[in-house]
C-alpha cells in the first residue's frame, strides 16, 4: 500500500480564519513533505519532517505552521491567508529523509485544493 | 542551483509512442522519478531510473538515461487517451544526514492524446 491520505479535498476560507489540513500515512515512512502547487506549475517545497522533527523550511511565510504530532500524521496550520495563497496543497511521504542507501521514493497524496477569499 | 527543465506541450493521436524528454544540470544526481498528474488530482509515481543504469522498462514505459548529457526521456507505448495528463520529471537531490532529501521537478509536458 503507498497511499498518503490528505483532508480536506476542498477548503475555501477567508483572510481572518484558521483552518488545518491534514495528512496522513501508515507505510511506516519516516520523511513527510509539504508542497504548494499553483496552477500549470511544478510542486514547490514548504517543509521537510525527518523523523518527526523539522529539517527543512523553505522560507515559507509564518502564516503557514506545519506540525508533526506523530510519525503517521503531519498538520499544516493556516492562519491570515492571503488571496495569493490559494493552490493545491501536497502531501508526500518517503521512507526515510536521512541521506544514503534506498531510492527514498516520495509518495503524494491527492491534495487539498485551497481558496482563500 | 539544480535545473530540470522539460518541453510544455506534447500531443499525439492514439495508438502512437509518446516520449517525452527532460534535461538536468547536477551531474551527482542518484535517481530521477517520472510522475504523473491528471486534472485536480495528486501526483502519481510512474518510474524512477538509477543513476548507473541507461534504460529501464516497465510494460508500456521506457525511461532512457543519458547521463553524459545528462538527458532523460519517457517513452509510452500504444499511448492511450487515459495517458492525457501532465508528466514531471524530478531529480533526487541528497542533502545530507538528517538534513531530509529534495526533489526538484521539471516544468511538466501537458500530454495531449487525440482519438
Known amino acids: 500500500d503507498t497511499e498518503v491520505t490528505q483532508t480536506p479535498k476542498h477548503l475555501v476560507m477567508g483572510m481572518t480564519n484558521k483552518k488545518s489540513l491534514k495528512c496522513e500515512q501508515h507505510m511506516g515512512h519516516r520523511a513527510m513533505y509539504w508542497y504548494k502547487q499553483k496552477a500549470k506549475k511544478p510542486p514547490e517545497l514548504m517543509f521537510v519532517y525527518s523523523y518527526e522533527k523539522l529539517s527543512i523550511n523553505e522560507s515559507v511565510p509564518s502564516r503557514f505552521s506545519p506540525e508533526c504530532p506523530n510519525s503517521s500524521l503531519l498538520n499544516l496550520h493556516l492562519h491570515a491567508l492571503q488571496p495569493e495563497d490559494s493552490a493545491l496543497y501536497l502531501c508526500a511521504s518517503s521512507q526515510s529523509g536521512l541521506a544514503g542507501g534506498g531510492t527514498d521514493t516520495q509518495y503524494f497524496g491527492p491534495g487539498t485544493r485551497l481558496t482563500v477569499l | 542551483g539544480e535545473d530540470v527543465e522539460q518541453s510544455l506541450f506534447l500531443s499525439v493521436r492514439e495508438g502512437d509512442s509518446s516520449v517525452i524528454n527532460c534535461t538536468y544540470t547536477?551531474?551527482?544526481?542518484?535517481?530521477l522519478y517520472w510522475y504523473k498528474q491528471e486534472p485536480g488530482a495528486g501526483l502519481q509515481l510512474l518510474t524512477y531510473?538509477?543513476?548507473?543504469?541507461d534504460m529501464k522498462q516497465d510494460q508500456r514505459l521506457t525511461v532512457l538515461l543519458n547521463k553524459k548529457d545528462k538527458h532523460l526521456s519517457l517513452r509510452i507505448a500504444d499511448t492511450q487517451t487515459g495517458d492525457s495528463a501532465i508528466y514531471f520529471c524530478a531529480d533526487l537531490l541528497l542533502r545530507g544526514c538528517n538534513a531530509g532529501n529534495m526533489l526538484t521537478f521539471g516544468g511538466g509536458t501537458r500530454l495531449m492524446v487525440k482519438p
Open positions: 547536477d551531474s551527482s544526481s542518484t535517481y
Open positions: 531510473i538509477f543513476s548507473n543504469m
